[in-house]
């Protein structure tokens, strides 16, 4: 038999195969997010008895119904149909059976499932987002406490794969710390552009002659305004997906490419880190193998991040404005996305707490291959009042000679310096030896640093402190606005009481 909530302009019910296209993907998505289908119900009931639409009798009704839906649920005994299409029609057909059509039937006034599922699905992905920032401002934590630490932990950086200069351990954490930085205000603009707006009351597309009170539905469910448009709402619900999954799917690359470093650093041609056993696989066939499967497959989580992505904007791309299935698509790409976003955060705190770092290894590599010729090029064109770029070759020489000769930078002498100074300028230069030897020295050398953002130990400790500062700021602000919606939810929670227990 047809499903009658929806008999209208079609005859016929939907085939077997139609269903299982239409439906089963998508009604998987919904056993997510049925409490706040039934929550965005019940502020929607608790709007309508305000206005007069409905009277205060069949509100209760209504209500009492959706409270067992939520105890239901909770028990893991509400199952979706699929029959019903979607967590709506699930949750409507079992309100009209408990309290009968003339009563029941009434909740769907002055709402359309167009910007019903908006709804749920903002009011799901609120909660789900500040999870997602909580971790992500734990994690930043953890990198400013290990960076502090490290201050002159010697290591060398890399450009091209190849040696290029030293740097500190606290230096390359601290970079990355910034970069989550940038994500975390990324993910919580899109929160507050998009998320934090009420959509309900768009309906289908072009609002309703019912007086609803769209203020009313916002205030009960703790948004912050809400989102007038209504042909605007329906239509950007794609957009909302788009922004926050690159938001997420930039922060998945961000820490990807951090993967990717301790990765390579635990190959034993680099062991500048190791990998705690609780976070690494075997190899089935090979007994030496530890593998880092969990710095692997967040790079994986990433790339399919960035898959779902690329889903959302040619869903947008293809389509004119309003409302059309493809979007259901968006849903599918968005909680996967997300969640997969809560599971790379937690593990990779793990990761990074229990990872090892070799700062004998680090050093050691930094002082064999001529990653301060640099700084000695500096301090050639100061000390000698070349230009650099004259000094640049002098250094040059002088590095291809060593190489040549088998020497490191520690073994350099003036007269080696001064020897490469003859083929380039056809003169010495009068330098202090003991200058070049202090230069050649990785760590003096990142002392002797003066630029804003070096890895200078004072340097770094300024920007730490300085992340320190706003990371403080953001936990307060993520504090308030996890407390004001769990507040209007418990608010919300008392005026449904109200409602039903009242005479």
């Known amino acids: 038999m047809k499903n009658w909530l929806l008999a209208g302009r079609t005859e016929k019910k939907l085939s077997k195969e139609a269903l299982d296209f239409l439906v089963s993907d998508d009604i998987e998505c919904d056993k997510l997010i049925v409490e706040e289908d039934v929550i965005g119900s019940e502020a929607h009931v608790l709007m309508l008895l305000d206005k007069g639409i409905i009277p205060k009798d069949e509100a209760k009704k209504i209500l009492q119904a959706l409270e ?52 749920d699905l903002r009011l799901y992905l609120r909660k ?22 490290n201050l002159k932990t010697v290591l060398p950086a890399y450009t091209h794969l190849q040696h290029a200069q030293p740097t500190t351990l606290a230096h390359w954490l601290h970079a990355y710390a910034e970069m989550l930085l940038r994500d975390y205000g990324r993910i919580r603009e899109v929160y507050m552009r998009l998320l934090n707006l009420n959509p309900l009351g768009a309906c289908a597309i072009a609002g309703t002659s019912w007086p609803i009170d769209r203020l009313k539905t916002a205030n009960l469910l703790g948004f912050k305004d809400v989102q007038e448009n209504s042909f605007d709402v329906v239509s950007s619900r794609g957009e909302d997906a788009a922004e926050l999954i690159f938001s997420l799917t930039l922060m998945l690359i961000h820490l990807s490419r951090f993967s990717s470093d301790i990765i390579l650093w635990s190959t034993y041609e680099f062991r500048f880190a190791e990998i705690n056993d609780s976070y690494a696989m075997v190899s089935s066939v090979m007994p030496q193998k530890k ?91 100061k000390k000698a009042g070349l230009p650099f770029r004259l000094a640049y070759r002098v250094v040059g020489t002088l590095v291809k000679n060593s190489l040549n000769e088998g020497k490191k930078p520690q073994d350099i002498t003036l007269e080696d310096l001064n020897r490469a100074s003859m083929k380039v300028l056809g003169r010495k230069l009068n330098l202090n030896e003991k200058e070049i030897k202090r230069v050649l020295n990785p760590l003096e050398s990142i002392k002797l640093k003066a630029s804003l953002g070096s890895p200078n130990p004072r340097e770094v400790l300024r920007m730490i402190k300085k992340s320190r500062i706003k990371l403080k700021m953001e936990e307060e602000s993520l504090k308030k606005e996890v407390k004001r919606l769990k507040m209007a939810e418990e608010k919300l929670q008392k005026l449904v009481s109200k409602v039903i227990m009242d005479k």
């Open 68 to 119: 067992e839906v939520k105890k239901l649920y909770r028990k893991g005994r509400f199952i979706l149909k699929p029959e019903l299409e979607d967590v709506h029609l699930n949750i409507e057909q079992f309100i009209i059976d408990k309290v009968g059509v003339e009563v029941g039937g009434k909740i769907h006034t002055g709402r359309s499932r167009n910007d019903q599922i908006i709804l």
């Open 128 to 149: 789900r987002v500040n999870s997602i920032l909580s971790l992500l401002l734990k994690f930043i934590k953890i990198l400013l406490d290990k960076a502090e630490k």
């Open 291 to 381: 593998n880092p499967d969990v710095a692997e497959l967040i790079r994986g989580k990433a790339a399919s991040a960035l898959s779902q992505l690329t889903c959302v904007l040619e869903l947008l791309r293809g389509l004119p404005s309003g409302y059309f299935k493809d979007l259901q698509e968006s849903k599918i790409s968005t909680l996967k996305v997300v969640e997969d976003s809560l599971k790379v955060l937690r593990v990779i705190t793990g990761l990074i707490l229990t990872l090892k770092f070799d700062k004998n290894r680090m050093l050691k590599l930094t002082q064999e291959n001529f990653s301060t010729a640099v700084d000695l090029a500096d301090m050639v064109a």
